[in-house]
């Protein structure tokens, strides 16, 4: 597996929210390599990422199972269990089966990666997330060499998920990665914000963050990974094929059917504020733009 991408800034850098490390996310770190994930570090890349605030983050998001309005996630969401949790890791696997959301935790290296978040409708936000790379999760069950993607599920709940009555969506919510994007070390599972436990609205216990694609790749509060040799169908694809394709990678040169992604609306910027222009993989090319050489973008949108 490729080195640890360091992260560029850390939160304590820009904000004090830096200080609230609570329990879970800090025996999670400390149990494996540390707590050095967690510390401040140099790195290489733009210094422009300055967090949105934890309440930016927390009270205005996209999970339709709770509703389709910004403000639903964080009204209805409390109504979600999250203890206990566990994982269901099958398909392509060497050890398949249900691991415990606590398991998990006491094995990862958790750490901060502070990312830009693009929305396909064109807003988007810097979060200060805490999570572990996928890649290290997918080790603990061991992926055989006949996998070539991994698909993702959302708990289905429609007692605790008011939104799920609506058929907005085929649920459950479903994505999926090609298996060299998983395991890409930029993408992770989140499981903290500012270093508390990540908020029910943005996925509690545990979400993907693919901080190079549309934020509707990033599935919230995962209860299933399965790895196949086909491309796993993705909610919004089956809504929209036309509109939503499998890769959805951040692309300023390729249009929504219905609206221009060559800028962005930054949530937070206030009334007046520019927009901003939208970078290729959302500024994170040298990262991932190897991984779709040879291939045309606009083709597999
Ligand atoms: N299960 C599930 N995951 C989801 C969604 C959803 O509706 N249901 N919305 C997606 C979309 S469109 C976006 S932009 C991000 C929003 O994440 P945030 O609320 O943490 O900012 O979650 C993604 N993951
Ligand atoms: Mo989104």
Not at 66 to 73: A, C, L, Q, V
Not at 192 to 208: E, F, S, T, V
Request: net charge negative; glycine share 8%; aromatic share 12%.
């Amino acid at each position: 597996m490729a080195g640890r991408y360091k992260s560029p800034l850390t939160a304590s850098d820009v904000t004090p929210e830096h200080a609230w490390l609570n329990r879970r996310q800090l025996m999670a770190g400390a149990a494996g390599l540390g707590l050095a994930g967690l510390a401040g570090r140099a790195g290489a890349a733009p210094g422009d990422l300055e967090p949105n605030d934890w309440e930016e983050i927390t009270s205005y998001n996209n999970y339709y199972e709770f509703g389709t309005g910004k403000e639903d996630p964080a009204r209805h969401a409390d109504q979600l269990t999250i203890d206990p949790w566990t994982v269901r890791i099958d398909g392509l696997v060497d050890r398949p089966g249900d691991y415990a959301f606590d398991d998990i935790m006491s094995q990862m290296t958790i750490e901060e990666r502070i990312y830009r978040f693009r929305c396909v409708e064109a807003w988007s936000m810097v979060v200060p997330w805490n999570g572990f790379e996928l890649a290290d999760l997918l080790d603990l069950a061991g992926v055989q060499p006949s996998a070539k993607y991994v698909a993702f599920e959302t708990v289905l709940r429609p007692d605790e998920m008011p939104g799920t009555a609506y058929k907005m969506l085929d649920w459950p919510y479903v994505e999926g990665l090609r298996l060299d994007e998983a395991v890409h070390p930029l993408t992770i599972m989140a499981t903290g914000i500012y270093g508390r436990d990540i908020p029910k609205q943005n996925g509690a216990p545990l979400r993907l963050v693919v901080p190079w694609k549309y934020g509707f790749k990033s599935i919230k509060s995962v209860v299933r990974i399965t790895l196949t040799d086909s491309e796993p169908p993705t909610a919004w694809n089956k809504a929209n094929a036309r509109e939503y394709g499998f890769y959805s990678n951040v692309n300023p040169e390729v249009s929504h059917p219905r609206w221009s992604q060559a800028t962005e609306r930054e949530i937070g910027g206030g009334l007046f504020s520019p927009r901003k222009p939208t970078l290729m993989f959302n500024g994170y090319a040298d990262e991932v733009a190897s991984l779709y050489e040879g291939m045309d973008l606009a083709e597999n949108f």
